[in-house]
């Protein structure tokens, strides 16, 4: 029994409850996720594991795949001298971004404590004084640094959370992630208001990607495709909201749950470069959106000088080397 309860999908519906008392074995209706039988555990998050751990001392390891698994919250909060939020999308790039200030400012070695959950979520625990719950688990954490799309940031700096002007630093463009070998035949944005067509897509009232998500499937297809994607597939069920779609839509994807998903090109790169079973269908550069990463101190910092060191940082040519290595290229402008 516990390992069934094992195999079942994370981002899937589980349809039937295990049989009771008496209940005869014919009867109990199968489950609908079309995962493999043997779901192969190092496709979960965290994908990289203990490097993306900074702590000097990390004690006890105790991650269980799909059970407790804190994989967007990166070093240990006993003393940090900076803690940066970082809009989730680059999670994979923040390790080695951290790495090489720590090379450079070697004072914040094992000290340095960040974030990379959705930056909409991100504004929200700012907002209510650092403090976040997961599971069963509370802490707080009050942000030196907040780093999102350039919008975002820049209407943060208009409510007070954030200290202007947002710093700007590199670009990204669109992608639409798919299984590897593209088993549902997506060519393009038009393929993704087809009925049989599942799809993974991030929630506009989280994600700040669905503004430039709707705003491509809007050139590909009108109004009429936005609201297929958005609303007609959402209610029917085969398209699913993600609540922080940089892990739950490669999961989705490799669990077999849905055949497609926008996200930036360079998370799509990233799961290429892991070796998980996943591809990417370019969009034409027509139909894709370009969004500018920006970043900006954080209204009452703690850690203030810090803040000010990692914002120099990360438009140096080191830091944007490393994200040129999943595709993202400087802003120049």
């Not at 209706?29 to 490097?51: Q, V």
């Not at 003393?79 to 971004?97: E, H």
């Not at 909409?120 to 009050?142: C, D, F, P, S, Y």
């Not at 593209?182 to 993974?200: H, S, W």
Request: proline content about 8%; aromatic content about 8%; hydrophobic content about 40%.
């Amino acid at each position: 029994m516990l390992g069934a309860l094992r195999q079942i999908s994370l981002g899937c519906v589980v349809c039937a409850l295990l049989a009771g008392a008496g209940l005869a074995e014919e009867q109990v209706p199968p489950l609908m996720c079309k995962h493999p039988p043997h779901f192969d555990e190092s496709t979960l998050p965290p994908w990289r594991g203990e490097a993306e751990n900074d702590a000097a001392e990390p004690g006890l390891r105790f991650t269980v795949p799909e059970v407790d698994v804190l994989a967007d919250f990166h070093g240990d909060l006993t003393d940090p001298k900076l803690v940066i939020f970082f809009g989730g999308n680059y999670f994979f790039a923040t390790t080695p971004l951290v790495q090489a200030f720590e090379a450079a400012h070697p004072e914040f070695s094992g000290h340095i404590f960040w974030e990379t959950i959705p930056p909409g979520r991100l504004l929200e625990q700012i907002e209510k004084g650092g403090h976040i719950t997961v599971g069963n688990m509370t802490w707080t954490a009050k942000a030196d640094v907040f780093f999102s799309g350039r919008q975002m940031v820049k209407e943060a700096v208009d409510k007070g959370l954030l200290v202007g002007p947002p710093l700007p630093y590199v670009t990204n463009t669109l992608a639409i992630m798919v299984p590897k070998g593209n088993p549902g035949r997506v060519t393009g944005l038009a393929d993704l208001g087809k009925p049989e067509i599942r799809l993974a897509m991030p929630d506009p009232a989280y994600e700040s990607i669905g503004r430039q998500i709707k705003a491509a499937l809007e050139k590909a297809g009108g109004d009429a495709l936005v609201t297929m994607v958005y609303d007609t597939k959402v209610k029917n069920g085969s398209t699913y909201l993600t609540a922080i779609h940089h892990r739950q839509t490669p999961l989705s994807i490799m669990q077999g749950c849905v055949e497609a998903g926008v996200t930036w090109r360079s998370e799509a790169i990233f799961q290429e470069q892991a070796g998980n079973p996943i591809e990417q269908v370019t969009i034409s550069p027509d139909l894709n959106m370009t969004a500018v990463y920006a970043g900006a101190e954080v209204t009452g910092a703690p850690h203030p000088q810090a803040a000010k060191a990692w914002l120099d940082f990360i438009r140096s040519s080191e830091a944007l080397a490393i994200f040129e290595r999943y595709g993202f290229k400087p802003y120049t402008q």
